[in-house]
């Protein structure tokens, strides 16, 4: 997956996370829904301006964004994994474990 295609489905993923829809998104970022629509398919090049209105309204960080290996952003991560572990139980964690593990091969199989 190109660069462009990767930016615009993390852009996605962080709207339906916020449970925004695309036209509400458009209207923040002020730029057309089938701009923000080409965006989120890796169909064009976002501007810096957008850019930036974009992470402001998606409360994202702009690594994030672009890049989601970048060291900052893979501790984070690794922080909001730990976070969502400490409460469990050792047979929840278990539980997950092998969630995690049978859905990182259900994306690998499926690229």
């Known amino acids: 997956m190109d660069n462009l295609k990767q ?3 993390r852009i996605k993923k962080a709207r339906k996370d ?3 829809s695309q036209i509400d998104f458009a209207d923040m970022v002020q730029i057309s829904t ?3 629509s080409d965006i989120e398919n890796g169909k064009t090049n976002i501007g810096l301006d957008i850019f930036i209105r ?3 309204s ?3 960080s702009a690594d994030w964004l672009l890049q989601s290996n970048v060291p900052d ?3 984070i991560q690794n922080n909001e994994l730990t976070e ?3 409460d469990c139980t050792s047979a929840e964690k278990q539980a997950i474990i092998k969630m995690v593990a049978d859905m990182k091969s259900a994306l ?3 690229k």
């Open 18 to 20: 916020k449970n925004i």
């Open 58 to 60: 998606l409360q994202v």
């Open 7 to 9: 930016i615009g489905s």
């Open 34 to 36: 089938s701009h923000l």
């Open 108 to 110: 690998r199989t499926n």
């Open 84 to 86: 969502l572990l400490s």
């Open 54 to 56: 974009i992470t402001e």
């Open 73 to 75: 952003v893979s501790k």
